[in-house]
């Protein structure tokens, strides 16, 4: 399954929780203009919608997007899909 930034829809304080639902793997695809600017592993953090996220893993993007995914779920950054 590849997503792209658009896809997803942030809370108030630009976050997104993805749950796996039995998917083990996702791609991002954040487009040519936005770049991550951090990633690792929260220990302890609800985002503004109320999910708890501790202990996910997550990328932030210098658009003012962080996106948290469980640890057992991989998730890939891919080059922009261009368009034919």
Known sequence: MVLTLRDL????????????FGV???GIEAGEQ????GSGTVASHVTAA???????RFYA???GMTVY????????????VSEV
Request: aromatic content about 8%.
């Open 24 to 26: 083990p793997a996702v």
């Open 50 to 56: 109320g999910e708890d996220v501790s202990g996910y």
């Open 69 to 80: 995914f469980p640890p057992d779920m991989v998730v890939l950054m891919t080059p922009p």
């Open 34 to 37: 936005v770049a991550v600017t």
């Open 9 to 20: 829809v942030p809370d108030a304080a630009g976050e997104v929780a993805i749950q796996s």
């Open 61 to 63: 993007f210098d658009n």
